[in-house]
């Protein structure tokens, strides 16, 4: 595999990103699939842990992908790259209490952070604008804060 369709791979997640529409919504659906699968690992097993170590990996993978993606897509922040609502809904589940109803948190964390993501307030625009695989990631990371504090609200509810 080359350089080139080694990042488009990766930096789509596994190809989702490359949907024909909303490659962001279905790049999210693989950070669901990742804290489903935190939750499926082991049965009563730390998920908060094993959602923080699948964030810092897919957060550092982002950023090293995403300064070669601008490069090999020809654009600051490219569509198909998607690893970074990965990593932004990571960051929407995490300290969530995901046992208690799993699949109610992990659709209105989705939803949240979608919206969130699409809408991008304040400081998630500015974000965009540090350099390359940061900016990119960045701007769901925050989007990712503001979806898990309204979870956080929502849950307690």
């Given at each position: 595999m080359s350089h080139d369709v080694?990042?488009?791979?990766?930096?789509?997640?596994?190809?989702?990103?490359?949907?024909?529409?909303?490659?962001?919504?279905?790049?999210?659906?693989?950070?669901?699939?990742?804290g489903w699968l935190a939750l499926e690992i082991e049965p009563g097993a730390p998920t908060q842990t094993y959602l923080g170590v699948a964030f810092v990996v897919v957060f550092g993978i982002g950023i090293v992908l995403g300064n070669r993606a601008t490069t090999d897509w020809g654009t600051k922040d490219p569509g198909g790259f998607v690893i970074d609502e990965v990593a932004g809904y990571l960051v929407a589940l995490f300290l969530l209490p995901l046992h208690e109803k799993p699949w109610l948190v992990l659709g209105g964390a989705f939803v949240a952070f979608r919206l969130f993501d699409i809408t991008k307030p304040p400081p998630c625009r500015r974000a965009e604008f540090a350099p390359a695989g940061t900016g990119i990631m960045l701007d769901d990371v925050i989007a990712g804060i503001y979806a898990n504090l309204v979870m956080q609200v929502v849950v307690r509810l």
């Open positions: 080694g990042v488009k791979f990766l930096g789509s997640f596994f190809g989702l990103g490359l949907a024909p529409f909303a490659p962001g919504t279905f790049g999210t659906l693989g950070g669901v699939l990742l």
